[in-house]
């Protein structure tokens, strides 16, 4: 079983930055991928971004593209996600989600909530304008 726990989400004004963290414990796999979906009330579950373990490859959705970055603390075996430059359509839940196995790389797939065995419980991102 893995446990993921997201932190660092808030409330920000637009044009501000923030940095989520998904810290992961348990049986993780030596080489399990990263995902970060979001979700809005009343909207479905929103690919956001995603990371190979050794970040070879990352995708990101192309409403976040240019303004969010992911990444990993080794050291923490913590993931992270960078956000700038926020607008008011960036307010939702975030997750993090990790693959029981090494992430595949076809787009279609990483981008399917679907693809990611573990869930962490969200974080609250809200962005006023």
């Known amino acids: 079983q893995v446990h993921l726990v997201e932190s660092g989400g808030g409330l920000v004004q637009a044009g501000d930055s923030l940095r989520l963290s998904c810290a992961a414990s348990g049986r993780t796999s030596s080489n399990y991928g990263l995902g970060w979906f979001r979700q809005a009330p009343g909207q479905e579950r929103e690919f956001v971004a995603a990371?190979?373990?050794?970040?070879?490859?990352?995708f990101y959705g192309d409403s976040v593209r240019g303004r969010f970055t992911v990444s990993r603390d080794n050291v923490k075996n913590t993931n992270i996600l960078q956000m700038i430059n926020l607008k008011p359509e960036d307010t939702a839940v975030y997750y993090c989600?990790?693959?029981?196995?090494?992430?595949?790389?076809?787009?279609?797939?990483?981008?399917?909530?679907?693809?990611?065995?573990?869930w962490g419980q969200g974080t609250q991102v809200t962005v006023s304008s």
């Open positions: 990371r190979t373990y050794y970040g070879a490859r990352t």
């Open positions: 989600a990790a693959t029981e196995g090494p992430l595949p790389t076809s787009l279609s797939i990483v981008t399917t909530p679907g693809t990611y065995t573990y």
